[in-house]
């Protein structure tokens, strides 16, 4: 019986990951790396092999890679020693026996050359090593999380508008869950051996779509407000936020603008076989709102 092992188990796409391929393989085929398994003491309850192990640990990687047949690679933390990290995981799972190997990569385009601080160039490298070693892989390009829009447009954009570096490039970012239902896709079906998809949520927007979106959510006018790019990442420094961590969110927030997430694709709807959730739906049921949108009734939308 093939062993399935999920990588991040205790993080938010490693843990979507685990929790849905439950819905529909044996838990007795699972298996999920943490460096803390007492952290995923709810998945182990459920039947999943909780593995220890640390990317900076090869010999922890050997061990618990040992009987996997396909392994999803959830790329590691930003900040960190990705290369050597993603190296020491694909080189153990080879040792291992691993037969193929999934890697969350995250999305880009190359032609324009815009580097993600942080991600983009550990990402390069790794598919690259991941395509010389040998192992059979899927590369799944993520675009960014829907589940964290209010993270690069405010939570107050109903009060000071949406204000962000200027720039009409878009994104079409998607659900954890979708992106994690993505994952099981691979993990469980035959067919996508050595390919590399660009995954999306179903509609794309401009941060200036997404005010007019607002707007109608709201039933007030929500300004699309462009600001420099220096001011956008002060006012991370002015929140307390460390200098690295102001510059990487800033990165991926001018990113956007600069097109680095526009390219659309329907390679997530294909792989999950029905429509992710878009961002206007998203932002209708889960944006804060300051003031409940006006209708005829003059009750606030649900």
Do not use: C
Not at 75 to 99: E, L, M, P
Not at 287 to 302: C, D, F, G, L, Q
């Amino acid at each position: 019986m093939s062993k399935l092992l999920v990588t991040g188990a205790t993080g938010n796409l490693g843990r979507h990951t685990l929790q849905l391929l439950l819905e529909t393989v044996p838990a007795e085929r699972l298996a999920g790396l943490s460096r803390s398994p007492e952290r995923a003491a709810d998945l182990a309850a459920q039947g999943v092999d909780i593995r220890q192990g640390d990317y900076s640990d090869f010999d922890s990687l050997v061990k618990a890679f040992a009987g996997v047949d396909k392994l999803l690679l959830v790329s590691a933390q930003a900040f960190t020693d990705r290369n050597t990290q993603h190296y020491k995981a694909i080189t153990a799972a080879r040792q291992a026996g691993v037969k193929h190997v999934i890697y969350t990569s995250i999305q880009r385009d190359d032609e324009l050359g815009i580097n993600q601080v942080g991600v983009t160039e550990s990402d390069v490298f790794t598919e690259k090593t991941l395509r010389a070693s040998g192992l059979t892989y899927t590369i799944l390009h993520n675009p960014m999380y829907l589940d964290q829009i209010a993270g690069y447009i405010g939570t107050d954009a109903y009060e000071t508008g949406v204000r962000v570096p200027p720039g009409e490039g878009t994104m079409a970012p998607a659900l954890l869950r979708d992106l994690a239902a993505g994952n099981v896709a691979v993990l469980t079906q035959d067919g996508h051996e050595n390919k590399s998809y660009t995954l999306n949520g179903s509609e794309a927007a401009s941060y200036r779509d997404i005010a007019t979106t607002l707007s109608t959510i709201h039933g007030k006018p929500v300004p699309y407000l462009p600001v420099p790019v220096a001011e956008f990442h002060e006012s991370y420094l002015q929140k307390g936020i460390p200098e690295h961590v102001a510059e990487f969110l800033t990165a991926w927030v001018a990113g956007v603008g600069l097109g680095s997430f526009s390219k659309n694709t329907d390679d997530l709807e294909k792989l999950i076989g029905y429509r992710p959730t878009s961002y206007r739906e998203f932002l209708e049921q889960n944006y804060p709102s300051i003031a409940p949108r006006t209708t005829n009734e003059s009750v606030p939308s649900t």
